[in-house]
């Protein structure tokens, strides 16, 4: 890596903990969306800076994509702000160090990016391209990869996806059919319980005067 892409790469990275700070402290859940879609942006970005188009491209369509809107979907069925929690988070602070120490101390004995002494640049990537055109029949490698001989990784990860959002769907739908049917107070609609309430307040938003 040149000096430029490591200071490209150190700004980013630096960003991204910004933003992972912000999203975090943040109570309104708007905005943290709004974040979290730019956090996933500049993971994208990050990845390009690595050489890695496909995942960058994945995680544009993906994290800052579809979750986004699954996001404001799931926003309009619920309250604008988050509730303040009495509770303190340091047992989860504790872990989350604790993993992230560790996910820095195994990289730390991983070869450079691009190494060309690596084990994946001498064995299985020779491989792939002097097979590629033999076995597949197509040009591309990158193509060849994903969708041939790492085939089922491929598949596993496009059920994953398709799983998650086939079950974030039925939650949305789910709260749709709870906010349509009672009020804020869990009352049946119409019955003089909170059914009645504008819809602002059956999403906790306060009407206007």
């Known amino acids: ?32 969306l709004m974040l979290m879609g730019i956090f996933s ?14 995942v960058a491209f994945t995680e544009a369509a993906v994290g800052a994509g579809v979750s986004t809107i699954l996001g404001l979907t799931a ?28 996910l820095v101390y195994g990289m730390s004995d991983a070869p450079g990016v691009g190494d060309p002494a690596a084990p994946a640049s001498n064995y299985p990537v ?10 597949i029949h197509i040009p591309n490698v990158v193509t060849a990869v994903l969708a041939s001989y790492r085939g089922f990784d491929t598949l596993g990860e496009t059920v994953v996806i398709f799983t998650a959002g086939i079950a974030v769907l039925a939650l949305i739908g789910g709260v749709a059919v709870s906010v349509r049917n009672t009020g804020p107070a869990g009352g049946r609609a119409g019955d003089g319980q ?3 309430q504008p819809d602002e307040l059956a999403r906790g938003v306060e009407p206007a005067a």
């Open 75 to 102: 926003l309009a069925l619920t309250a604008r702000r988050a509730k303040t929690s009495s509770r303190k988070p340091w047992p989860a602070l504790v872990i989350v160090t604790i993993t992230g120490a560790a």
């Open 1 to 32: 890596m040149t000096p430029s892409t490591d200071l490209l790469t150190a700004l980013i990275l630096t960003l991204l903990v910004g933003t992972a700070v912000a999203v975090v402290r943040m109570r309104g859940l708007f905005p943290a």
């Open 126 to 135: 020779p491989s792939y391209v002097e097979r590629t055109d033999h076995d």
């Open 41 to 54: 942006l500049l993971g994208a970005s990050w990845m390009l800076v690595l050489d890695a188009p496909d």
């Open 194 to 196: 909170g059914g009645d």
